[in-house]
């Protein structure tokens, strides 16, 4: 199975790319979603976020507070490190599972939507990489 890596800068036109790929029955595993599922209510990365930053970062529902969260670690880059420690494995492994599910149900390629596909080091993942500019 080939395994495509998706990136491109802010407003380049990498989402109309995934949508065109989608609706060609190609999947696309999009890394900014999985961000945001592995931090959903009740979830772990949500529960290691909380302890980290303390339960201010919760909104009323449960849900992550993302702006408040943004402020605290857009102002210390140590604590934007530790909270990348908590969520960037976890939308790894999820990548992966997903990369795994379409390995098993016969997909001949995938094509995994990473904004910092090159920054993170993902590129090593993939098969082909495809930039957006």
Known sequence: MLVVGLTGGIATGKSTVSSLLSAHQIPVIDADLLSREVVAPHSPGLAAITRLFGPGVL??????????????V???????????????????????????????????VVVLDIPLLIETGLYAWVGRVVVVY
């Open 59 to 72: 909104l009323p529902d449960g849900e992550l507070d993302r702006k408040k969260l943004a402020e605290i």
């Open 74 to 108: 857009f102002q210390n880059p140590g604590k934007r490190k530790e909270l990348e420690r908590i969520v960037h494995p976890r939308v790894r492994r999820a990548m992966f599972m997903r990369v795994l599910g379409a390995w098993v149900r016969g997909e001949r």
